[in-house]
């Protein structure tokens, strides 16, 4: 993907949090609520552009340690 287009993902995605969440946020301070939805509209790009894939079918899921 080109950095032009990694762009534009991200600001679109930015722009959508930012409609969703806005009125959620009015305790944080205009730098942090830019903060928050770089970081949020990263991850969202992250996971669009690599999708996270559940365990393979063949491999069943290992309970937690503290459930040992």
Do not use: G
């Amino acid at each position: 993907m080109t950095e032009k287009r990694k762009a534009e993902a991200i600001a679109a995605a930015r722009n959508e949090i930012a409609k969703r969440i806005a009125r959620f946020c009015t305790t944080l301070t205009p730098e942090e609520l830019e903060l928050l939805l770089d970081r949020m509209a990263r991850v969202q790009w992250k996971y669009q552009v690599m999708p996270v894939d559940s365990a393979p079918a063949d491999v069943p899921p290992r309970p937690p340690a503290f459930l040992d």
